[in-house]
Nanobody, 124 residues
């Protein structure tokens, strides 16, 4: 049974930082592309960042580029999202997702497994 469990969310002031973590189990982690998505109230779930099997390829959405960094530790079955210079518009539930293909993707329908999400709230 595949499980993805996010942690690290919370309330932070604008300009602050948070580091989200996602613990994966029940899958061969090093053979899954990992991604982060977010969903704000009343909006669709949107792509934030993705990272390849080895971590050698990663990219982020334009809205977070230069502020957010995705990384992974295959030895620990963990993926991270370092979020700096947070803005109120970053407020959302953040989801970790796993894709059982080689290529990275920004499309949520191409991911096979999802976590339950962690709330991030940025106050102005």
């Amino acid at each position: 049974q595949v499980q993805l469990v996010e942690s690290g969310g919370g309330l932070v002031q604008a300009g602050g930082s948070l580091r989200l973590s996602c613990a994966a189990s029940g899958l061969t982690f090093s053979r899954y592309v990992m991604g982060w998505f977010r969903q704000a109230p009343g909006k669709q779930r949107e792509f934030v960042a993705t990272i390849s099997w080895s971590g050698g390829r990663a990219f982020c959405a334009d809205s977070v580029k230069g502020r957010f960094t995705i990384s992974r530790d295959n030895a620990k079955n963990m993926v991270y999202l370092q979020m700096n210079n947070l803005r109120p518009e970053d407020t959302a539930v953040y989801y970790c997702a796993a894709r059982g293909e080689y290529s990275t993707s920004r499309y949520r329908h191409e991911y096979d497994y999802w976590g339950q999400g962690t709330q991030v709230t940025v106050s102005s």
